[in-house]
């Protein structure tokens, strides 16, 4: 009779171990898949591919952006002075602005694009420059 309850027991065991190892299995599983699932609906929002087209300012609008892809292939000076240029539109400094796009302006190296684009952000700071106060002084 020891016989058979031991072999019951055992029987009992290895019917639990295997239940337990389907129920892991299936766990892991559900685990995994929902896992799967939740990633791949949460994707980032992709940035635009386009820089905006302009930029306003107290009113008028400054074509900064197409400085950058005017300017991409210029030389290195150039491209320094251009970085120079949105220094200064970050730090609200539009009349060294001006001076730095009629610099820029004079540039002999410069395509008839990117002088045309210079004298109309040139025009379009003067508008600025009309519409806000001077700094105090």
């Given at each position: 009779?020891?016989?058979?309850?031991a072999?019951?027991l055992?029987?009992?065991?290895?019917?639990?171990?295997?239940?337990?190892?389907?129920?892991?299995?299936?766990?892991?599983?559900?685990?995994?898949?929902?896992?799967?699932?939740?990633?791949?609906?949460?994707?980032k929002?992709?940035?635009?591919?386009?820089a905006?087209?302009?930029?306003?300012?107290?009113?008028?609008?400054?074509?900064?952006?197409?400085?950058?892809?005017?300017?991409?292939?210029?030389?290195?000076?150039?491209?320094?002075t251009?970085?120079?240029?949105?220094k200064?539109?970050?730090?609200?400094?539009?009349?060294?602005?001006?001076?730095?796009?009629?610099?820029?302006?004079?540039?002999?190296?410069?395509?008839?694009?990117?002088?045309?684009?210079?004298?109309?952000?040139?025009?379009?700071?003067?508008?600025?420059?009309?519409?806000?106060?001077?700094?105090?002084?």
């Open positions: 009779m020891n016989d058979s309850r072999d019951l055992s029987k009992r065991s290895h019917a639990a171990s295997q239940a337990l190892r389907r129920w892991s299995f299936r766990a892991v599983a559900s685990v995994s898949a929902a896992s799967v699932l939740a990633s791949s609906g949460c994707k929002a992709e940035a635009p591919t386009s905006p087209a302009t930029v306003q300012v107290a009113g008028v609008k400054l074509d900064l952006p197409k400085l950058d892809t005017e300017f991409q292939a210029a030389s290195p000076e150039i491209q320094a251009v970085q120079e240029i949105k200064s539109y970050r730090g609200g400094r539009f009349a060294l602005m001006a001076a730095q796009l009629e610099a820029l302006g004079n540039d002999p190296g410069l395509t008839a694009s990117q002088k045309k684009l210079v004298g109309d952000l040139i025009e379009e700071v003067k508008q600025l420059l009309a519409k806000i106060p001077a700094p105090p002084g």
